[in-house]
């Protein structure tokens, strides 16, 4: 029986309501999972295990048991890959791409999707990243073809040690029929989700050695070009914050970014759970469970869905991320700093969620003549350009309406209440926005401070959508 898109896209709300009560106790009993554990042995028992718990209803009493003999996840899967091209890699890089693959009746993207992710980034970039084809079909005879159009295509990616296909043989994989049909699911969607969790862990747990950090791909996805130094950029924005996940696209299972030392956890979580419900919904329990609570989600999108028939029966899906840019290499550094505000804050918007790529906003209360929203910069900068947005589409009133942005020198006060002295004014706020580019050629000293500053009073309430930062070089200490 053929299920479109469409109708599971309408079920999704509905299964989530029915999964409340069993994702209540399922989170209760992972609380007891040790999940920090950095140091540990190769878990052998996984096989084992997996196949036990796919002729099992979730129980509390017996996962509270299994989760102290797996407490410690940081060791990989004993399972054995074989190499369908390329070889292990001389050196770590900076980033693993991952990519698993199947059969699919209609359309194939695949090779598609590698000539991407090479085209779109540079010769510097191509030094630092690795990309791992899973091809994660049991038809043998598959493979073979796809390995040889790989081979054929991407043979210098290949020997450049760039490129490695790898494959898990059926006998490694747990029991894939006969699972329980959680939210109603036909039996053939439950093997199919099933056996997708259970390709990803054994591709998770092949890269967690291969690089600082990770990044899940489709086979069916199209990049943005030098999307590697937007990533470097984001995370280089994020030091000295806590995250589990940095997603660099709104759809499936597409542009998630991990440190790679999660990888290993993440890999048992999903052999643990494989069958109960598809990975999206999995990834969004791992990430609370390491104490990552809301979505850290970065616009523009890095990576977008090509792929018109899903792999799943070949199913029409015609899912496009909106927020996707071909050309989003100017992506802003915004360095770290400390924000700080004299305005009357509504409930949780405060100052930082003005300061960074996520889709959030600062929001105050109806400013004053001299409020103002500070800035403060770790180290001393050079900027090349500003931009800032206030109001948002539904509140497009919630803007400065009269205001200015200043940059400071000299600074002065404790280290929790520092602040310039003195400030150079470099323009005044037009329709709410403020732009300003070759700030480095318009201000001599090196940056310590930037504010908005409120000129005259209004009764509107101020969103500050976004602050935007980009430097040039690093200037001398």
């Known amino acids: 029986m053929r299920h479109s898109l469409k109708y599971f896209d309408k079920m999704r709300c509905l299964r989530k309501r029915s999964a409340v ?3 209540g106790v399922l989170v209760i009993c992972l609380l007891f999972m040790n999940l920090y554990i950095e140091d540990g042995y190769v878990l052998e028992g996984d096989k084992q295990l997996i196949r036990e718990t796919a002729t099992h209803q979730l129980n509390p009493e017996r996962y509270v048991h299994n989760f102290k003999d797996l407490s410690n996840f940081s060791g990989s899967i004993n399972i054995s890959y074989r190499y369908l091209a390329g070889t292990p890699l001389p050196r770590k890089r900076y980033l693993t791409i991952g990519l698993s693959s199947v059969k699919r009746k209609k359309g194939n993207y695949l090779l598609e999707t590698i000539k991407s992710i090479f085209e779109q980034s540079s010769y510097e970039e191509l030094k630092e990243i690795a990309v791992v084809v899973q091809l994660a079909d049991f038809d043998s005879a598959w493979c073979e073809g796809m390995v040889q159009d790989i081979s054929q295509k ?11 296909v790898i494959h898990v043989p059926e006998e490694y994989y747990p029991v894939l029929d006969g699972l329980k049909r959680n939210y109603n699911d036909p039996e053939d969607r439950v093997k199919f989700r099933s056996k997708q969790n259970v390709d990803y862990a054994f591709l998770l747990n092949f890269c967690a050695n291969l690089s600082d950090y990770y990044v899940m791909l489709e086979d069916d996805v199209r990049c943005s070009k030098n999307f590697l130094t937007a990533v470097k950029k984001v995370i280089t924005s994020r030091e000295g914050s806590y995250w589990v996940t940095l997603e660099f696209s709104k759809l499936g299972y597409i542009g998630k970014l991990y440190h790679s030392h999660d990888l290993p956890r993440l890999a048992h979580f999903l052999l643990m759970f494989y ?16 104490a990552q609570k809301e979505v850290i989600r970065f616009k523009p999108s890095l990576f977008q869905h090509m792929g018109y028939y899903s792999s799943y029966k070949g199913a029409e899906n015609k899912l496009k991320d909106d927020d996707f840019e071909e050309e989003s290499f100017d992506i802003p550094d915004n360095p770290p700093a400390n924000l700080h505000t004299n305005m009357n804050v509504f409930e949780n918007y405060e100052a930082s969620k003005a300061y960074s790529s996520i889709d959030e906003y600062f929001w105050g209360k109806a400013p004053s003549t001299g409020d103002f929203y500070g800035i403060v910069f770790e180290k001393p900068i050079k900027i090349s350009k500003i931009k800032v947005v206030t109001g948002t589409e539904d509140r497009q009133n919630d803007i400065l309406h009269h205001g200015a942005l200043e940059v400071g020198e000299k600074i002065a006060g404790s280290k929790k209440g520092r602040q310039c002295t003195t400030y ?34 209004q009764k509107e309430w101020l969103i500050i959508r976004s602050i935007s930062v980009w430097t040039s070089q690093t200037p001398n200490q």
Do not use: Y
């Open 21 to 23: 009560s069993f994702l």
């Open 154 to 164: 991407f043979a210098h990616h290949i020997i450049a040690g760039r490129l490695m």
């Open 275 to 290: 069958q109960e419900m598809p990975c999206d919904w999995l990834l969004i329990h791992f990430r609370g469970l390491l």
């Open 424 to 457: 150079l004014r470099l323009g005044e706020f037009k329709n709410g926005n403020f732009e300003i580019t070759d700030v480095e050629h318009k201000v001599l000293f090196d940056i310590n401070c930037m504010r908005i500053l409120v000129t005259k009073s």
